[in-house]
């Protein structure tokens, strides 16, 4: 096993990976940027490097820097976290160049999978549903509108690389067409310095599943079940849930089963999401993410498996420590993305912790690294925490997070604590009746 694992990361993430190594008798290196020096994950790790300036590209960004950190303190292997470099195909190279450990897939599938075009096709080829749309990137106005008419309005025009909603535009008709093909173009290409798009079929309503597996260098795979993600804000996730309400046992073993099958066939090694958009009974793929997602604690409360624990353990080698016969899912689960932000006008609140009390109790899990007297900086996301609450079914569980969103006191600073009291109270949310458009209606709505 890894003697020590430099975190190539900061906040709640950066904290996880250390506390599961600490767990695992793994000592841990903290870089950090200098506007970082009081995190959390810094005063925890055994030992810290400052790679840099506040600024992310002079810092969590920077490569050289990173390996230079994991040379000096004699790392054996990387984690990435999620975000920054942890999808990022010539960083794990570098890293293995290094005769480091990258803990995470091989990097040709992070490739593969950063290329939505690419991935599509793959996916496809390995037995997994797609959105109807382009075989590939479309080149001019002129194939866009003889290809959208082939799939039909509305369509939806999606940059080939990146994520996180940028480079996406909806056409509902063919006069909108041109327009959001020159708008994702310039976006994707602000975004990503590539500016290929494609087009799929838009649906109207559907909510956002993904799948999680997990894969051995020895041709295990496995899946954990789902998680819907589709409460949303500008395709940003906001809250999870598992299991999803909209699926019974049957569809949910048969998408993991043909998830987990088609992961087997590309050789995938490590853990990773597939995505997939789900309406009227069928399953579609978005993408697939390559690395731990913000949202897996609803999967470990749901299984009581440690999936960075499982990440560490497969980059050494080791097989599996579950098979699938043994996965049991559990209760439920559900994630709160508590943002540093307005709750009403969702602008970034930077600032100094006033006063802080986590909530507590049976079921409640708290992955933050804020503390009173900590300094927001503002020039990073601006999650500052995820709540997670287990219950022994979906009402039990709703009925504890609204509990402990009431004991979480934040001061300070803006949080969107008050943005999560009020949804909870909602019919269609307490219903488990919502799709991937939902939230911003009702932002809408209430706004207007």
Request: proline residues 4%; negative net charge.
């Amino acid at each position: 096993m890894f003697e020590k694992v430099l975190i190539a990361n900061r906040g709640e993430i950066a904290l996880r990976v250390h506390r599961a190594c600490k767990e695992m008798g793994i000592a841990t290196v903290a870089v950090h940027s200098t506007a970082d020096a009081n995190a959390m994950h810094v005063r925890l790790a055994d030992e810290s490097v400052c790679i840099g300036p506040p600024q992310a590209s002079k810092s969590y960004l920077n490569i050289q820097a990173i390996i230079s950190a994991a040379d000096i303190t004699n790392a054996d292997a990387i984690h990435p976290g999620y975000g920054f470099l942890s999808e990022n195909a010539k960083f794990a190279e570098i890293v293995l160049q290094h005769n480091m450990t990258f803990i995470g897939p091989k990097p040709e599938h992070i490739r593969l999978m950063g290329d939505k075009i690419a991935a599509k096709k793959a996916v496809m080829e390995a037995g997994i549903p797609v959105v109807p749309g382009s075989d590939g990137g479309v080149t001019s106005d002129a194939e866009a509108k003889k290809v959208a008419k082939a799939i039909g309005y509305p369509l939806l025009v999606k940059a080939a690389a990146g994520g996180g909603g940028r480079g996406m535009k909806v056409a509902r008709g063919a006069d909108q067409l041109s327009e959001a093909l020159s708008t994702a173009r310039a976006e994707a290409r602000a975004a990503f310095g590539d500016d290929a798009v494609y087009l799929e079929k838009y649906l109207e309503r559907p909510r956002h599943i993904e799948i999680q597996i997990v894969a051995d260098s020895k041709g295990h795979v496995a899946h954990l079940g789902e998680r819907d993600c589709s409460l949303q804000r500008r395709h940003q996730k906001i809250l999870e849930e598992a299991p999803s309400p909209a699926l019974n046992a049957e569809k949910r073993a048969e998408i993991g089963d043909i998830t987990a099958k088609a992961i087997k066939k590309l050789g995938y090694l490590g853990v990773g999401t597939v995505e997939y958009l789900y309406e009227d009974g069928e399953f579609y793929f978005i993408e697939m993410n390559t690395r731990l997602q913000v949202e897996h604690p609803v999967t470990e409360m749901i299984t009581g498996l440690d999936l960075v624990r499982e990440q560490i353990r497969i980059a050494d080698g080791a097989s599996l420590s579950f098979k699938q016969s043994e996965v049991k899912f559990l209760g439920h689960a559900i994630e709160c993305r508590i943002n540093a932000e307005n709750a009403e006008t969702f602008a970034p609140s930077p600032g100094t912790i006033s006063n802080y009390h986590p909530p507590g109790g049976l079921g409640v899990r708290l992955d933050s690294g804020i503390y009173a007297g900590y300094q927001i900086p503002p020039y990073y996301d601006s999650l500052i925490g995820k709540l997670i609450v287990h219950g022994r079914d979906r009402n039990e569980c709703m009925m504890r997070l609204r509990r402990a969103l009431d004991e979480m006191v934040v001061t300070g600073i803006d949080t969107t604590l008050p943005l999560f009291r009020r949804l909870l109270l909602e019919a269609d949310i307490v219903d488990g009746d919502y799709h991937i458009h939902w939230l911003e209606d009702y932002l809408s709505r209430e706004a207007g």
